[in-house]
C-alpha cells in the first residue's frame, strides 16, 4: 500500500473513531469498557481493615466537604 493511501486510511480510521465518540452512549460504553478493562480485581479486606478502610474514606469525604467553607474564628 502506497505511503498516500496508508494516510488516507489513517485518517477515515480516525474520523469514524470521532463518530462513535460522538454519540453519547457509545461514548459511555466504550469508556466503562475501557475503565473495567484497566482495573485490578478487589477482593474482600479481612478483619477489622474494612471497618478502617471505610473510617478513612468517610475522613477523607468529611474534609473534602469543608474544603472550601470558611470556620467562624477567621
Known amino acids: 500500500m502506497t505511503e498516500k493511501a496508508q494516510a488516507v486510511l489513517k485518517k477515515m480510521r480516525k474520523q ?4 462513535r465518540l460522538a454519540n453519547p452512549e457509545r461514548r459511555n460504553r466504550i469508556l466503562d469498557q475501557f475503565n473495567n478493562s ?3 480485581d478487589v477482593g474482600p479486606l479481612g478483619g477489622d481493615k474494612g471497618e478502617t478502610f471505610l473510617k478513612e474514606l468517610n475522613e477523607m469525604a468529611d474534609l473534602e466537604g469543608d474544603a472550601g467553607r470558611k470556620s467562624p474564628d477567621r
Not at 16 to 19: D, G, H, N, S, T
Request: no cysteine; charged share 30%; proline share 0%.
Open 16 to 19: 469514524q473513531a470521532l463518530k
Open 38 to 40: 484497566t482495573l485490578d
